[in-house]
C-alpha cells in the first residue's frame, strides 16, 4: 500500500502510524520526505510532488497536512487517480485532525486509520501504566489533574508527564498538590500561564510569556493548539454556566475543571468573554495558525504578539 489517510484527534497514535510508514520506506531504501499543508498547496502541485522523480532518491514519502481543506471534486479526483496507479516506490500520508475527509476520497486505494480521541478509562490507564512503568503510583486525584492540566493526547501527555517524573517525590505517595505545583513549575512560561494572563485581560505580561516561550524555541504551532484546546474547555465552562451547573462539582469534572486553578481561569475569563467572543477566539487561532506557516521565520515573533492583542480586543468587556 502507498497511501494512507490518517485522521482524528488522537496525535499521539496518528504520529506512531506516519513513522511506522517512515521507518518501512526508510529500512528498505533512502526515501526523500515531503511536508505540504493543504491549505496552502493546490491538488496540482501536490500531485506534481508524487510524481516528481529525485536525482539522488529511491523513494520519496509525502505528507499533505490539514488534508480536510480538500474538497472540490476535480482536486480529490486527481489525489484519487494517482493512489489508483501509484506504484510502491512513493508513499502518500493524508493528515487531519477531523474524523472525515472528502467522500469521494472513499474510492481511493489507501489504508485509512481514524485515531479518535481516547475514552475517558483509556487516558487514566495510559497515565497508570506510564507512572508505573516509571516506577510511580498514582491515585484518581492525580490523574484527574493531570488530565485538567494537559492537552489529552497521548503526544501531549507523553511529553509532559516525561518531564514531570524529574520533579515527583520517590520517598512518599504523590498527591494532586504535587502534580499541580511541579507541572506549573515545567510550565513557568507556557501555553497554561499564557491562557492564565488572556483570561485576566494582562496584555503586557500576555506578551512577555509569549516572547519567552519564543526563545526558548517552542513552536508557535504547539502553543496555537493548546490556546485552542483552552479556548474550547473556556466554551464548555460558558455553556455549563448558562445552565446553572458552574458550581456542579461533577458537570465541572466532565469538563476537565474539577481543579482549584483551572476553574478560576475559566471563571476570570467568563468575566471577559461570552460564547461569541469565544468563537472569534478560535477562528483567530486557527486563521493564525495558517499565517504563520506562510510568513518567514524572523516574523513569527510579531505575528503572535498581533494575534495576542487580537485575542484580548476579541473579549465583551471591549
Known sequence: MS????????????????????????????????????DETSAAVIIETLQNQGLFAEARIVIVKNAEVIKKKEDVEKIVSWTLASDNST????????????????KAKVNKQVFYELSETEK???LRDFFKREGFSIDEDCVDTILEMVENNTDALKRECSLLINFLPKGRPINSEDIEKWLSHNREESPFTLFSRIASGDLARSLESMAIMLAAKMK??????????????LGDYLTLAESGGANNYAELKKIGLSSPKTKSDCVTAARRYNADAVEACLALTAQYDILMR?????????????????????????
Not at 508513499?91 to 472513499?106: N, P, W
Not at 508557535?220 to 474547555?233: G, Q, V
Open 294 to 318: 506562510s510568513q518567514a521565520s524572523d516574523m513569527e515573533s510579531v505575528l503572535m504578539d498581533r494575534y495576542i492583542l487580537a485575542v484580548i480586543n476579541a473579549s465583551r468587556a471591549k
Open 3 to 38: 497511501a494512507y489517510i490518517f485522521i482524528g484527534p488522537e496525535q499521539g497514535k496518528k504520529q506512531e502510524a506516519v513513522n511506522k510508514v517512515r521507518s518501512q520506506f526508510k529500512s528498505a531504501q533512502q526515501a526523500e520526505e515531503y511536508v505540504l499543508y493543504a
Open 124 to 126: 487514566v490507564s495510559w
Open 91 to 106: 508513499a502518500l500520508i493524508l493528515l487531519s485532525d477531523e474524523i472525515k475527509l472528502a467522500a469521494e476520497f472513499d
Open 220 to 233: 508557535a504551532s504547539e502553543i496555537l493548539a493548546s490556546l485552542t484546546w483552552s479556548f474550547r474547555r
